[in-house]
């Protein structure tokens, strides 16, 4: 079936975040374009769902800061419903030990002091050495990476001269920072931080702030720090390196750009997955929908997995060998699990007991960085972190949409997971001591949680000193 002659310029397939910017700047350039979304909802991994009766929060996704502010301001988001609100402390680390490390509102510092004076005095220079690396970043962020594998020399040579105007800032920044700081960025896919900081950092704590979302990554591995650079050059309503919640969850900022998709002409379809790229005479012209309808444009911009695009969606006669090659050679998936958790009431830390503002913070569970090598090395071995890596975050504390009067959600982001497990489903039975990353994994997590003073209801304390109140309602989970 083919559906006649609509004027359009562009199909776009694939209503993620990035998917829905680019067709709303592309749409305010004067271009017809149509976004064909497989769910049917947009955002991708953006988007906020009723997990539990009552109970909403992000799916996937959970925390902003990444979001470029000139897109916010460029697509208007403000105007079409968005408010992003920052947390009132970075994030929290509540130790076994009773003792803890709570980070921003101006008294990282002495919290740090708490574990080392030394460390809190080389703390200033440390942040500063981060945030001129991040200024580079932060320009470099809306430039398309140069280009030098496709087309011959005369189209690399630009692209190379693009490469060394970026070494040129580089160069322009102080020899230590080239040295100490900028090596790290020039071996960005190597060990970022980690000479920078055990240089710096007598006390584990003061690094697990920093190591804490090393993903599929031990936090002694080469390239492992690279989100540490990631998360410092992000920023929330123009304050550097922090972090923020969106209200109503991630899907408020893609309902946002939806709306100003739409406003600025976008044709938005949900439920129309597309499974196939139409190619004529070496041009994408088109595509073919899960439905069999046939549609056509001057162009066709995807926005789904590379693997899902060359592999799947265009004819394997369209792609270029070395790419097929590449595609099949591509290992990508997440060694990351998310599980939402509806809370009858607010955790309880032994090491900071009672109601705070610890609680708006990212709170990461994770006592050490032998533990989360430990993490990783389990997952390695079993597919699963017998003990993971958690971040929670429970963003009801900051917005009362998300659940009931006097409950609360809560985000778990947990590591490490394989993405795909060797025993799984066709063995059937976990070797001893595996655990399958599915819902049932809710009860492990938690009882995880027991070594810091807070867990689901009857659960006992492990660690000494843990004090436990009851909290936990229901969970979802995805493993992605
Ligand atoms: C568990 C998890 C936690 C994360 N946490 C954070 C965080 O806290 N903060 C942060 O900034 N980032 C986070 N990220 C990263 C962030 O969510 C992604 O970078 C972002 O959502 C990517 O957006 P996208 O539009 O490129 O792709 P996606 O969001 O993946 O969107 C792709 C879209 O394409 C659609 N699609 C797929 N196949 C087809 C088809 N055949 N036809 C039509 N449509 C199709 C999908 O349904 C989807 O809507 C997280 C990601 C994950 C997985």
């Not at 988007?47 to 502010?69: C, D, I, K």
């Not at 005369?154 to 970026?166: F, Q, T, V, Y």
């Not at 997971?417 to 059937?428: K, S």
Request: aromatic share 6%; charged share 20%; net charge positive.
């Amino acid at each position: 079936m083919e559906t006649p002659a609509k004027k359009r310029d562009v199909l776009l397939i694939g209503g993620g975040h990035n998917g829905l910017v680019c067709a709303a700047y592309l749409a305010r350039a004067g271009l017809q374009v149509t976004v064909l979304e497989r769910r049917g909802v947009v955002g991708g991994a953006a988007v906020t769902e009723e997990f539990h009766p009552g109970f909403r929060n992000s799916v996937a996704s959970y925390t902003v800061s990444l979001l470029q502010p000139r897109v916010i301001d460029d697509l208007g988001l403000h105007g079409h419903g968005l408010r992003i609100v920052q947390r009132r402390r970075n994030n929290f680390l509540p130790l076994p030990d009773g003792s803890y490390l709570l980070t921003g509102a101006g008294r990282t510092a002495e919290e740090v002091a708490k574990f080392s004076r030394r460390d809190a005095g080389a703390l200033p220079a440390y942040e500063a050495r981060l945030d001129a690396i991040a200024d580079v970043l932060r320009a470099l962020a809306l430039q398309p990476p140069p280009n030098v594998t496709d087309g011959g020399w005369w189209k690399a040579l630009p692209e190379l001269l693009r490469g060394a105007k970026l070494g040129r800032r580089l160069h322009a920044l102080d020899e230590t920072l080239r040295q100490g700081t900028a090596g790290p960025v020039l071996h960005f896919r190597g060990r970022v931080p980690g000479p920078l900081v055990r240089e710096r950092s007598d006390q584990g704590a003061v690094r697990l702030r920093r190591h804490r979302r090393q993903l599929r990554q031990p936090p002694y591995a080469p390239g492992s720090a690279y989100v540490l650079l990631h998360h410092v050059f992000g920023e929330v309503n123009g304050v550097k390196g922090a972090w923020g919640h969106a209200i109503g969850g991630m899907g408020a900022i893609t309902q946002a750009m939806a709306r100003a998709a739409v406003a600025a002409g976008v044709e938005i379809r949900t439920d129309a997955g597309v499974r196939e790229v139409l190619v004529e005479h070496g041009r994408a012209v088109g595509v073919v929908t899960a439905a069999g309808e046939t549609l056509r444009a001057r162009a066709v911009v995807a926005n789904v997995n590379p693997k899902l695009l060359y592999q799947q969606l265009l004819p394997a006669t369209a792609v270029p060998a070395a790419t097929a090659e590449r595609m099949r050679n591509w290992r990508c998936g997440s060694g990351t699990f998310r599980m939402n958790v509806a809370l009858s009431r607010l955790p309880d830390f032994s090491a900071l007991p009672g109601e705070g503002d610890h609680l708006t913070a990212g709170i990461i569970l994770a006592p050490s960085l032998d533990y989360m090598d430990r993490a990783w090395r389990d997952a390695r071995e079993h597919g699963w972190s017998r003990e993971p890596i958690v971040e929670m975050l429970i963003p009801s504390t900051l917005d009362d949409s998300l659940a009931p009067p006097g409950m609360h959600v809560a985000s778990l982001f947990c590591q490490h997971v394989a993405p795909e497990l060797p025993w799984w489903p066709q063995l059937g039975r976990p070797p001893r001591g595996s655990r399958r990353p599915d819902g049932r994994h809710g009860g492990s997590l938690c009882a995880g949680f027991r070594r810091f003073g807070t867990g689901p209801a009857g659960a006992q304390p492990a660690g000494p000193g843990a004090r436990v109140r009851p909290w936990s309602a229901a969970t979802s989970s995805t493993a992605r």
